[in-house]
Every structure is written in C-alpha cells, then in structure tokens.
T-cell receptor, first 111, second 115 residues
C-alpha cells in the first residue's frame, strides 16, 4: 500500500538557523498537505500543494512539491522558538480524501 | 464555529475491558477519520468514512477495533478487550471537499491508557 516517509525524525537547531524536512511517497500523489502539531496539541493544517513543481510560501515557510508529485519539502528560514513542534506531511493518492501521514519531523529550537 | 470535539479527553481502563471513544465532527463535513498516535510517534490511519460510502477500514490493526458513524454525524470507535499496546492518543478528524482537496480538521484527541 501507499507509504509516506519523512526525514529527519528529529532536528535541533539554534534560533535563527534554517530547517528543512523532506517527504517521499511510494506512489504518485494527487496532492500533499502539511500539518503542524505543537507539543501537547493536535495537528493543524498549514498548506496543500496540488500541482507538479508547485512552490508556496507562508512568511518564513516555503513548501515545494516535486515534479513527479512523489516528494515534498518544507523549509523554514531563520527559525524562531514559536516554530517548535512536529511537522507532518500527508499525501493523498487519488482525491478520495484518504490521507497517509509521514512519521513527522520534530523540531526543537534553542533560544 | 465549533470545531471537532472528542470525548472523553482521557480514559484509563484495565486490560481486557472494552472502551468506546466518541467524535463529533464539524457540521456539514462529509468525511471523518480516526487515527492513532502513540507517544512520540506519527499518525497511524485507522478508518475513514465518506458520506454514505462503505468505510475504508484498511488501517484497523485487529478485529478488536471497530467504528461506526451515523450518517454524517457522530462516530464512535470501539476497542474490545483492550491491551496495553492500545495505549495511545486517538485522534478524530473531519473534512469536506474544498474543490481541490480535503483539508482535515482535528479534534483534541482521547488519551487512552490501558493498565
């Protein structure tokens, strides 16, 4: 079945450093979504990418969807302590609504 | 408006007992999902309801797990004869079609502890 792999599992950075998490699917995706889960909280939707090669930005966050629609990345520029949390990618294979989540990347930021 | 709600927020049960977890989705959302999240782990898909279609049960880990949904409203996840490995946070999410994709809204989860 469809698998979504995400790396790294953990990332510890100094405040102000950049951060990137990568997501790879075993199958071609119709779209990919990114969620953030703060410690003790539940996942919250950040963004979705639908088109091949799509790039979207939200302030310091840049999201990319690969040309083959099988991989994606989230890059945070100049991390802040408010960026702490676990970032999940989630892929949808056939627009049926079923999402398969990656294992998440836990980001910690040292002030 | 109201978000996804789940009850109870915490449940401690003895091994071998049955538990029932409840999810109230956002009104009007046709899709409803259950996930399991073990401590420090990712989200494990359990089951997916979409309108009146047959649910996708492909993620249920064993026949001790079952879920029901009445129409496009409340859903219950039942775990029979609980085991210690069932201890986790059980998250429910609901969504509706935006025209391009389904954006999921998560509830706060039910933390299940099996002793």
């Amino acid at each position: 079945g469809q698998q979504v792999m995400q790396i790294p599992q953990y990332q510890h950075v100094q405040e102000g450093e950049d951060f990137t998490t990568y997501c790879n699917s075993s199958t071609t995706l119709s779209n990919i979504q990114w969620y953030k889960q703060r410690p003790g909280g539940h996942p919250v939707f950040l963004i979705q990418l639908v088109k091949s090669g799509e790039v979207k930005k939200q302030k310091r966050l840049t999201f990319q969807f690969g040309e083959a629609k099988k991989n994606s990345s989230l890059h945070i520029t100049a991390t802040q302590t408010t960026d702490v949390g676990t970032y999940f990618c989630a892929g949808e294979e056939n627009q049926g609504g079923k999402l398969i989540f990656g294992q998440g990347t836990e980001l910690s930021v040292k002030p | 408006g109201a978000g996804v709600s789940q009850s109870p927020s915490n449940k401690v049960t003895e091994k071998g007992k049955d538990v029932e977890l409840r999810c109230d989705p956002i009104s009007g959302h046709t899709a409803l999902y259950w996930y399991r999240q073990r401590l420090g782990q990712g989200l494990e898909f359990l089951i997916y309801f979409q309108g009146n279609s047959a649910p996708d049960k492909s993620g249920l880990p064993s026949d001790r797990f079952s879920a029901e949904r009445t129409g496009e409203s409340v859903s219950t996840l039942t775990i029979q004869r609980t085991q210690q490995e069932d201890s986790a946070v059980y998250l429910c999410a609901s969504s509706q079609w935006t025209g391009y994709f389904y954006e999921q809204y998560f509830g706060p989860g039910t933390r299940l502890t099996v002793t």
